[in-house]
Structure formats: C-alpha cells, structure tokens
C-alpha cells in the first residue's frame, strides 16, 4: 500500500476566490486606485528645491513652498516660490475637481495681480520649469480609460505598465504610467502627443513617511524642449492642521 500524499482538489470556491483575486490585481483601473489611495491624507506640505537644466545645460535654481488639503483629485493646492528674488512670491492656486479639468489662478508681486489660468493655456511652462500647468493638477480616475500593458522594471523594481486615455480635454492624448508592484508608488509617467513622447517624469527617493511611501525626487524631462527639472521635496508632513480659508484667491494675494 503506497504511503504517498494524495493530491487533494482545491473547492471549487476557493478556486473561483483566486482566480477573482488574479483578475482585480491585474484591473488597471483597480492598480491605479489603489495607488492612489495609499497616498490619502487629510493635507501635505513640503519644501521644494527645483533645479532646472535648460538645453545648453545652464542651470537655474528656484525653490518653493507647498501646501495641500483634500482627497485626491478633490483637493486645493496652493505652491509659492521663495527664492531667487525675481521670482519671490509667485504663486499658484489649484483647486481640483473630481469630475473636470481643475481651476487655477496665479499671483505674480511684479504686476500687482491675479490671472485665472485658462483651459487653453494649461500645456505652457509653469515659469520657468518643465512641469505644466496641467501637471500640476490631480485627476480622478473616472477621466481616464485605462488599458494594462504588461510588466516592465524600472530602477530595479517591478512594476505595472498601464495606459491612461483622458476622457476629458487634456494636451495628451495618452500616457504611460509604471506603478510598483511592492507599495503601488509610480515609478514613471510618459506623455505622449498622438504617437510622440513630449514629458517624461520618473519618480525616485521613495521613503516611508507618515506610513505613507512618498517619492522625494521627481524628475521632468521637456523631450521637445531637452530641458530638465528636478524638484526635490524636503520637510514632508502629512496630516497637518490647515483650513479652508488658506486655499483661496484671496489668500494667493497674501505674500507669506
């Protein structure tokens, strides 16, 4: 009489339990709400040291401050430059929406006033830098389609590669976007005009702060321009006391 181990079929439930649990991992749409749920705080702020590399490899410096409030895709965001002198106290108020394109306003000291930054305009260069105004802004998923590409690594981790589609107006027709399989961190986004890649943004220095994995390097390419901006992110706090009254057009006034 043989004493091996017979095999043993798994219930038909269990198998249908992890052939669903597959399936919702590989949901794009599931990888990238995921991700950005793992980012969720009531408010943030940093310091941010920005180095911009224009195409002849000159170098400029600019640092600003950043607060945030809000879920994502449903949040203000107010940034101000603090340093070099020509461009202390600029600022730039966004407030998103989670069913349309955001509002923003800017302050400039210079002229004395503020301008609402208009849908046409959202593709220009944030003064100076690589990142747009769109850039800027944070989107819900339900404006995007979203299409799973495969797996591909990127500085040494695993990650999902996923295609977006805006639903709404955008300047991108799509974007390639790698999450990190081991926290769900975007690792790289490519946007793309029709079949041509015009920014690429990788994200490095991943850290746990606050129980929550934040990138402290983000990394721009302008591909059409060959210029670079490397905004470092330092002071990081989540869930800091902030109000309401601080995101506004009046408060953008304010030179702080």
Not at 238 to 245: H, T
């Amino acid at each position: 009489m043989s004493n091996a181990p017979r095999y043993i079929r798994p219930p038909r439930l269990f198998l249908a339990l992890l052939l669903a649990l597959s399936a919702w991992a590989q949901d794009p749409r599931r990888i990238v709400e995921e991700s950005q749920r793992r980012t969720r705080s009531g408010s943030q702020m940093y310091e941010g040291d920005l180095q911009v590399v224009d195409a002849r490899r000159r170098v400029s410096q600019k640092r600003w401050r950043y607060r945030r409030m809000g879920s994502y895709g449903d949040s203000k965001a107010l940034l101000r430059f603090t340093a070099p002198p020509d461009v202390k106290g600029v600022a730039l108020l966004v407030v998103n929406h989670p069913d349309r394109a955001s509002d923003q306003w800017m302050w400039t000291p210079a002229i004395g006033r503020d301008r609402r930054i208009a849908l046409q305009d959202r593709s220009t260069r944030f003064f100076g830098t690589d990142f747009s105004f769109e850039d800027l802004e944070e989107r819900d998923v339900d404006q995007f389609d979203f299409t799973l590409l495969g797996a591909e690594t990127i500085d040494g981790a695993l990650c999902w590669k996923i295609e977006s589609r805006p639903r709404k107006k955008s300047q991108y027709t799509s974007s390639h976007l790698w999450i990190r399989q081991d926290n769900y961190v975007p690792a790289r986004l490519d946007n793309f005009i029709k079949d041509e890649v015009v920014r690429r943004l990788f994200y490095r220095q991943v850290e746990r702060i606050q129980e929550i994995w934040t990138a402290r390097e983000l990394d721009m390419t302008d591909l059409r321009r060959n210029s670079r901006t490397i905004l470092r992110l330092e002071k990081v706090r989540y869930n800091v006391p902030l109000q309401e009254e601080e995101f506004t057009v009046q408060a953008l006034r304010r030179e702080q």
